[in-house]
């Protein structure tokens, strides 16, 4: 079993941005983040390859995020810009030996971080 711990969390304003990061334990061939905003289901966000190509991003995160992974640390990275409310959620970092399915967004990895929150409120 991998171990996630995120970090970078916290509170912004809109149109500010935030980078969060999420150390692992070991190398993995998919990794990703997922978000649940209060109410609302855990969404895909953005997955990556171990070939370092982001293969999904959600609709809603387009040309605003970017996942990026710093292989020699074991270090997977999201950049937040341009925040808006409803980016408000606990982001989750997420990881698996395989991608099956993440180009659709239908990826289900089974190891998962413990969450970071991010509020974005004016």
């Known amino acids: 079993q991998v171990q996630l711990v995120e970090s970078g969390g916290g509170s912004v304003q809109p149109g500010e941005s935030l980078r969060l990061s999420c150390a692992v334990s070991?190398?993995?061939?998919?990794m990703g983040w997922f978000r649940q905003a209060p109410g609302k289901e855990r969404e895909g966000v953005a997955t990556?390859?171990?070939?370092?190509?982001?293969?999904y991003y959600a609709d809603s995160v387009k040309g605003r995020f970017a996942i990026s992974r710093a292989s020699a640390e074991n270090t997977l990275y999201l950049q937040m810009n341009n925040l808006k409310p409803e980016d408000t959620a606990v982001y989750y970092c997420?990881?698996?030996?395989?991608?099956?399915?993440?180009?659709?967004?239908?990826?289900?990895?089974?190891?998962w971080g413990q969450g970071t929150q991010v509020t974005v409120t004016s």
């Open positions: 997420a990881a698996d030996f395989s991608c099956r399915g993440a180009s659709a967004g239908t990826w289900y990895p089974s190891d």
């Open positions: 990556m390859s171990a070939a370092g190509v982001g293969i």
């Open positions: 070991a190398y993995t061939a998919c």
